[in-house]
């Protein structure tokens, strides 16, 4: 037998409660007023006991009765006889409403008879009661009697709904193993129709069937692309416990939710109280990488450590986890730099000792972060020999690439800078956003005294970047609107970065397309209508519940549009107002620039003869084969050389 839960919060909950009839009729009977007339008295029970009211029910109104209600051993013979059941009867000689009756040690209640509407004997007229007193008592007797009627009616209709919903609940229940046995086909709409049935007739959440139901529910979304509806029932199915047998599958749907939809709930912290030690390593792993995975999403370092530190060697996001790890002991939190460099040390190790297992982008991201973590600490060299370690086809080379540059830049190595400035010119790298590549590169040639270099420099960063921004400008002036921020960028997204036509120059729209968090979002967008296309195609088999769902993910949609717009007007106003910091740079440079220059020519005039040294800047320790030999650039590129490229400038500038 299949009961009804009562807990508001689940789905497809009716609204009223199993026993209201049943709380009204007692409610009728002991809230009158508090006279003689009114008090709880053996006819009243007795035409309880007749309307079928539950014995429960007619107890918690004699407790209610209080002192006033006795009785006599003679009023018991007539409630027996009027088939009032032995448990009430027993129930008012405990509770001391018989009048020198013995406690009784309680009886067993027998079949109560048929429900007879017929009212009981009306009060007998009170000594001294006037005409007008008679009249108010039966009209109050009527109208209570006739609460009793329409509550005895509501009883009977609730009773015979649950019998006819336990009756379908039992029909239902009966097709759940056909629905899984077509989930295992991938006939996901099939199954879902009948998981939605079974679960529209409100089973007992207790029970297995719902369970499978829920589970079942949730693979069929899931296995149909469905992918928001499939979230709550499978989050219920994760918080029923670790111990029920789809767990760790859902578990690992779960996974697969986050990275394509972004479904993280702060309401995750609970599965934390799983208990997975009964589990295979594999899942162990599995689950300590997600937990860490969370926390760390979430900002708490300290709880990210815990569990990330918990994946053994063999697990597969063995070299995302210490990645993680080390990044979590760079935050000031933490600020444990020498564990983050072991830990990013260990990543790459442990990437590279598995390759092809989809580790090369955490190999990446070792080295970058032990780059820019010696670079921090002023380690130039060692920065360099990890930014090298980089492919040349990375989609992450140019920033590598740029980050060099700086490096030799604060090194003094003008040769090897000169060289990057070189290859960041290269058209593999020609649409990245760099402004400050020209003023560096400006600076280099300012430092060697080589003026027409240094004004050509400043000369291609007016005409590449402040020539454009008032286009800029002007497109931030007249759009408004986050969702067409995000229209403009995912127009020119869908083009590879090429904005024709498009209102912006394709420079800065490649400054947003760089971004992270704007491929992130946009992939959530794409994931999102897609699965509304599929939401769409299968609505008549979901029904109500696929409308809900559809509705939610129309929701869902517009927030994700409106959260990427304004990440990209943000990130659009950053760009304009770092040209408005580099034009006064620039500014600053042309000025040493002119007055480097006046300064040079006085002094060659004073010294003419005055050679300048062979060696005078910076320079880096590398390790080169010994076949190692210069080539010289004969105006083509090659992407297997365009790090390697040296300038062989010497410096102009005439010593004091």
């Not at 918990?310 to 760079?330: C, F, N, T, W």
């Not at 280099?444 to 004004?455: A, H, R």
């Not at 904005?499 to 394709?506: C, E, R």
Request: aromatic fraction near 10%; include cysteine; proline fraction near 5%.
């Amino acid at each position: 037998m299949f009961t009804r839960s009562n807990k508001t919060t689940r789905w497809f909950q009716r609204p009223g409660l199993r026993r209201l009839a049943g709380c009204v009729l007692c409610l009728a009977l002991i809230s009158a007023p508090a006279t003689s007339a009114f008090a709880l008295d053996k006819n009243q029970i007795i035409q309880m006991s007749k309307l079928g009211l539950d014995e429960r029910a007619i107890r918690g109104a004699i407790d209610s009765a209080g002192d006033e209600l006795m009785l006599s051993e003679a009023d018991l013979a007539e409630l027996r006889s009027q088939g009032v059941k032995d448990g009430v009867i027993e129930h008012l000689k405990r509770s001391g409403h018989v009048k020198g009756a013995k406690p009784a040690a309680g009886g067993t209640p027998a079949p109560g008879d048929d429900i007879n509407l017929e009212p009981a004997p009306a009060p007998a007229v009170g000594e001294g009661e006037s005409e007008e007193e008679r009249e108010e008592r039966e009209r109050l007797e009527r109208e209570r009697q006739a609460e009793i009627a329409r509550a005895a009616d509501e009883l009977n209709r609730q009773r015979a709904a649950d019998e006819q919903r336990d009756s379908q609940l039992g029909v239902v229940a009966r097709k759940l193993p056909g629905a899984a046995t077509a989930l295992r086909a991938n006939n996901n709409m099939q199954a879902a129709r009948t998981y939605l049935e079974f679960l529209a007739l409100d089973p007992d959440p207790e029970s297995p069937e719902w369970y499978e139901a829920r589970f079942g529910l949730s693979k069929a979304l899931y296995q149909q692309g469905i992918l928001s509806g499939a979230t709550t029932p499978l989050l219920e199915t994760l918080m029923a416990g670790a111990d029920k047998p789809h767990f760790e599958e859902a578990f690992e749907m779960l996974g697969d939710l986050t990275r394509k939809i972004g479904y993280r709930p702060p309401v995750l912290e609970e599965l934390t109280r799983s208990y997975v030690g009964d589990k295979g390593e594999g899942f162990q792993n599995q689950y300590n990488y997600y937990m860490g995975k969370f926390f760390f999403d979430y900002n708490r370092t300290d709880l990210a450590l815990q569990y990330l530190q918990e994946v053994k060697p063999a697990a597969k996001d063995y070299p995302s986890a210490l990645y993680l790890m080390g990044v979590a002991q760079l935050d000031p939190s933490v600020n444990d730099i020498g564990g983050a460099l072991r830990n990013f040390e260990r990543a790459i190790l442990a990437a590279e000792a598995s390759p092809g297992s989809g580790n090369e982008e955490v190999l990446q991201l070792g080295y970058l972060a032990l780059a820019r973590v010696f670079y921090e600490v002023g380690l130039y060299d060692v920065a360099l020999f990890y930014y090298q370690k980089l492919p040349s086809n990375s989609s992450r080379s140019a920033s590598a690439q740029f980050e060099q540059a700086w490096t030799y830049f604060l090194k003094n190595d003008h040769k090897r800078a000169l060289g990057v400035f070189h290859t960041l010119h290269s058209p593999y790298f020609g649409q990245w956003y760099f402004p400050d590549l020209y003023i560096l590169e400006a600076t280099v040639y300012l430092n060697l005294c080589k003026f027409p270099q240094s004004q050509r420099a400043m000369t291609e960063f007016r005409a590449k970047y402040l020539d454009k921004r008032p286009l800029l400008q002007n497109y931030l002036q007249q759009t408004s609107e986050p969702a067409d921020y995000w229209n403009m960028i995912t127009r020119a997204q869908g083009k590879q970065g090429a904005a024709k036509g498009g209102p912006l120059p394709a420079l800065f729209v490649n400054a947003v397309l760089e971004n992270v968090s704007f491929y992130n979002i946009y992939n959530v967008v794409q994931a999102l209508r897609n699965e509304k296309r599929a939401l769409e195609s299968n609505i008549s088999t979901l029904g109500e519940f696929g409308e809900e769902v559809l509705d939610r993910v129309n929701e869902q949609l517009e927030t994700k549009i409106q959260e990427g717009g304004i990440m990209v007007q943000q990130r659009l106003s950053s760009v304009d107002q770092e040209l408005q910091d580099w034009e006064i740079k620039a500014m600053q440079i042309s000025f040493d620039i002119d007055s480097e220059e006046r300064q040079q020519i006085q002094e060659r005039l004073v010294n003419p003869d005055y050679e300048p040294p062979v060696v005078e800047a910076g320079t880096t320790l590398l390790i080169v084969a010994d076949d190692w030999q210069p080539w010289p650039f004969e105006g083509e590129y090659w992407l297997d050389e365009v790090s390697s490229y040296r300038s062989r400038l010497r410096t102009e500038c005439v010593e004091q």
